[in-house]
């Protein structure tokens, strides 16, 4: 089967933090320091080499959950991504490869934001189609609290495109410029535009007194910025399709709780 040694790849901590350079630091200590891989941040922070830091640069630790995948034979970057619904010019910057770099039996590759396939059962009268719910991704975030009423739908009309997946995130799609809102009150410590951003784009993420965040994705704008508190429903920027995106949507995650929309 072609998935036959697959597994979900989630890393330690799945908070996103930031770290402001210092003087002689290197991507690799401050790859150790958060436990993640020099490529996860290199990844998220749309750095070419791992040189490319100075001192003051605030960097985002981005950890992504995707699938790990042991490489057989007649495997290619790109066919691997399509196995797993991603993308492969992503998977190749993960991993530090030339997007069009061979690939060795046996060696591992992180396919980010990956899903394990499953078979796609065709909708019966009376039954919803499938929306895109990755079972192994519900699966993965069951045990995580509810916060019931906690949060508020971060964004009024559209609708959802795509269930549980990835980071424990949902999609909405609306009209681009749709107002996009806090889900909760707290404390902005993401607000970047401009670049891949780990295939984010332009997005927010927002940390709540409850020890969560909420992130949103292919932002068409942002109107907040780091360090700002925010009041829930306050708007923080407007619905697009940056970054890896195939269309109008918000790419809405909570980490450390259940997503409830």
């Known amino acids: 089967a072609g998935t036959a040694g697959a597994s979900i790849y989630v890393p330690k901590n799945e908070q996103i933090s930031t ?17 993640v891989s020099v490529n996860t ?5 749309d750095i ?33 991504a399509k196995l797993y619904n991603a993308d492969a010019e992503e998977t190749a910057i993960f991993n530090g490869l030339d997007a069009s770099a061979a690939l060795k ?18 909708s019966t009268p009376g039954k919803p189609r499938w929306d895109g719910t990755s079972p192994s991704t519900v699966k993965k975030y069951a045990s995580l609290p509810a916060y019931s009423g906690y949060y508020i739908r ?19 799609a609306n ?10 009150a707290g404390t902005v410590i993401v607000a970047r535009t401009g670049g891949w951003n780990g295939g984010y784009g332009n997005y927010v993420v927002i940390s709540h007194d409850n020890g969560t965040q909420t992130l949103y994705g292919h932002m068409l704008d942002v109107t907040v910025s780091a360090g700002q508190t925010v009041a829930q429903g306050q708007v923080v920027g407007h619905l697009g399709s940056s970054g890896n995106s195939t269309g109008p949507h918000i790419h809405f995650e909570i980490r450390g709780a259940r997503n409830p929309f």
Do not use: C
């Open 19 to 35: 770290y402001t350079v210092k003087s002689g630091d290197t991507l690799s200590e401050i790859a150790d320091m958060f436990g």
């Open 41 to 45: 941040i290199m990844w998220a922070n």
């Open 48 to 80: 070419k080499k791992a040189t490319d830091i100075s001192e003051g640069d605030t960097l985002v630790v981005l950890p992504i959950s995707g699938v790990r995948h042991i490489v057989k034979k007649g495997d290619t970057l790109a066919k691997v």
């Open 105 to 122: 039996v046996g060696d591992e590759v992180i396919v980010p934001h990956g899903e394990i396939p499953i078979i796609k059962k065709p």
């Open 154 to 172: 971060p964004m009024a009309g559209g609708t959802k495109t795509q269930g549980i997946h990835g980071n424990n995130g949902v999609d909405l």
């Open 175 to 184: 009209k681009t410029g749709a107002e996009l809102s806090a889900a909760a």
